[in-house]
């Protein structure tokens, strides 16, 4: 528990809500295959003194004076993430994933140009140029999809005629809903075929990757790869951009983050992820990747079992999602509803096909990171799945909920949220 002596007396009111948060996370379980719990040495890190400093530049080349620790903090921490993921060249500025995509779309592509992305309802992301962003305003977005929603198999020859015909500059990989590994080198192949820069967006499995556990889009010939560092890496929240080896890329990107984009970068969250990147090289980073995807296994065989439809099949990552208003008759946003009070959160979210609306959607999204942080195995990842769906069964069963709430807080109890990582 963190102590938070000076705001406590000087700030009450924040102290409440400050206190209350961190009571929430210990108390119940997070499912939402987005989040996670990080270490007290990140958490440190996040809340430092480098929060005072503006660092406008690069290290070596800033327009402030006093940069001798900002210099070297920074450089330790683009140092780090270039040996996690094999690149050349690292920008750790990006203020999130959406600022590192926008800033990415800027540095490689001129107005009017075409991006090829994941289509959003099977797995894509907004910043991938959903109509309702900016993004959409000033390039051209078009799409491909998978092409058998049961096993979550990508439509290549889809992709390629699309590739073919619209010429996009980037072709994009990537997903914030999608449980499947990519075939990165078919991404490839169709870019070189057509000219175009490979972009793997991976904020949700870069901590896969970084433990070795997912494929680095890297191995297999990408450009770029623009990530946030809060999700299965265990960061603070942020983002990221890392260029496989291009010099004139790198240029590109540099300047498009600063001052194309943004100004005086959050030095106080760049020291956070350079910690957290720290956490990420050791042996133990590597176990608890492994770990994730076994968790994610065993639900999936609970959810198999009981019948429920999981979309793609079932799972390769840390996410799954499934249809729970075609299999139990319940809608996600009642789901979502049902599940938190039981002490379970995670998130309703529309699947391929879907008829229902973005607010009420068929389906709900739940992954292992969170849960594998503290120290959850296969064992109790089956029974939060056997919870969450006699949850789901019982949403209107007062006395069920209540006895369903009482086990969680007990696994939850018996796996506290742990201070150190390493
Ligand atoms: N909001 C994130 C997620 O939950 O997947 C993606 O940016």
């Known amino acids: 528990m963190n102590e938070y002596k000076f705001i406590k007396d000087q700030d009450p009111e924040i102290y409440a809500t400050l206190v209350g948060e961190e009571a929430r996370e210990a108390r119940g379980i997070e499912l939402i295959p987005s989040e996670n719990y ?34 070297a903090m920074e450089t330790i921490t683009i140092e780090r993430a270039k040996e996690l993921f094999k690149a050349k060249y690292a920008n750790v500025q990006p203020l999130g994933g959406a600022a590192a995509n926008v800033a990415m779309y800027f540095a490689l592509m001129e107005p009017g140009d075409t991006v090829l992305g994941m289509d959003l309802s099977h797995g894509g992301h907004l910043t991938h140029g959903h109509p309702t962003t900016s993004v959409n305003k000033v390039f051209n977005f078009v799409r491909y999809k998978m092409k058998d929603i049961e096993t979550g198999e990508i439509d290549y020859d889809e992709l390629r005629a699309v590739a073919l015909k619209e010429k996009p500059k980037i072709i994009l990989a990537g997903f914030s809903a999608y449980s499947r590994e990519l075939d990165y080198k078919k991404f490839v192949e169709i870019a070189k075929e057509v000219g175009a820069y490979t972009v793997a967006d991976m904020a949700h499995i870069a901590g896969l990757i970084a433990g070795g556990v997912a494929r680095n889009p890297f191995d297999d010939g990408f450009d770029v790869i623009t990530t946030t560092t809060h999700k299965t890496l265990r960061g603070p929240r942020g983002g990221m951009i890392l260029i496989r080896e291009d010099e004139e890329i790198r240029k590109r990107i540099n300047k498009t983050v600063f001052p194309g984009m943004q100004g005086g970068p959050h030095m106080h969250i760049i020291a956070a992820k350079g910690v957290a990147f720290g956490e990420a090289l050791t042996p133990a980073f590597k176990e608890y990747a492994k770990q994730i995807i076994k968790n994610a296994k065993a639900m999936e065989s609970v959810f198999k ?4 439809r999981l979309l793609c099949g ?9 249809d729970v208003y075609g299999s139990l008759g319940i809608t996600g946003q009642e789901a979502e509803i049902v599940l938190d009070e ?22 709900i999204r739940f992954g292992t990171p969170a849960m594998t942080t503290r120290k959850m195995m296969e064992k109790e990842a089956t029974r939060l799945a056997e919870l969450m769906i006699m949850a ?8 069920k909920k209540a006895e369903i709430q009482k086990e969680v807080q007990a696994i939850c109890e018996a796996f506290p949220v742990p201070e150190v990582h390493v």
């Open 314 to 322: 079932g799972t390769d990552n840390h996410l799954l999602l499934a």
């Open 392 to 399: 789901m069964k019982s949403k209107d069963d007062e006395a």
């Open 342 to 363: 039981v002490g379970i959160t995670l998130n309703k979210n529309m699947i391929a096909g879907d008829t229902r609306t973005a607010m009420d959607p068929s389906g």
């Open 38 to 71: 990080v270490s007290r040495a990140v958490l440190e890190a996040n809340g430092s003194i480098f929060t005072n400093k503006y660092s406008e530049g690069y290290p070596g080349r800033r327009y402030y004076g006093g940069q001798e620790y900002t210099d």
């Open 305 to 308: 079992n009981h019948d429920i």
